[in-house]
């Protein structure tokens, strides 16, 4: 069975790059590697509801952290076939992002983590203990600035006409507050083991050396 390693971080934040980085380091290495990216837009119903709530087209569900967290978990419960198979088949698996963020953003929706919500408990019951997701087996936690991450959230939907600015993406407060509650769940380590990796002047991430065993 392959190892479950999940990368989190705000939009912005380098996760494709880090992802990238790190594929390439282990398949150098020998090992067999797959990737995946949640939400799976594209490929399953959840996903592209998830798509539609983030930009206003499901009505006032949008409002519902509850409600937009459970799409976000459905999808991921949809994935859990797909996941088995991969993590039978490869030495890593590699996610950007997981349940993690759904703790994350839910919460910073609420108030952040100056407010005690339970909200990353209610996410766990949901989708480990009642929808069965795998649990990772280590997370990585992008650290990047916030305003430097939203800075490249922006110029990325400059460039890319289908890329606009979701709700999440444009609300600089949530954003903010979002950070905050990743760092309350790595230090808590929520789900797992957490390692805070935070970019140089440059923008470059050293990742340890034992992130797969």
Known sequence: MGTLIVIEGLDG???NT???QLTDRWRAEGRTVATLS???YGAGIHADLVRDALYGRLGDLTDSVYGSALL???????AIGQLRGLLAAHDIVLLDRYIASNAAYGAARLGGPDVDTGFPEWIRALEVDRFGVPVPDRQLLLATATDV????????????????????ESDDALQRRTAAMYR??????????WTVLAPGPDGSVTAPADLAG
């Open 18 to 20: 880090l992802a990238r």
């Open 149 to 168: 991450a939203a800075d490249r959230a922006r110029a990325r939907a400059a460039e890319q006409v289908h890329r606009a600015l979701d709700t999440f």
């Open 184 to 193: 309350q769940l790595a230090d808590a380590e929520y789900l797992s083991r």
């Open 72 to 78: 976000f978990a459905l999808d991921r419960r949809d």
């Open 38 to 40: 949640f939400p799976r």
């Open 13 to 15: 934040s380098g996760k």
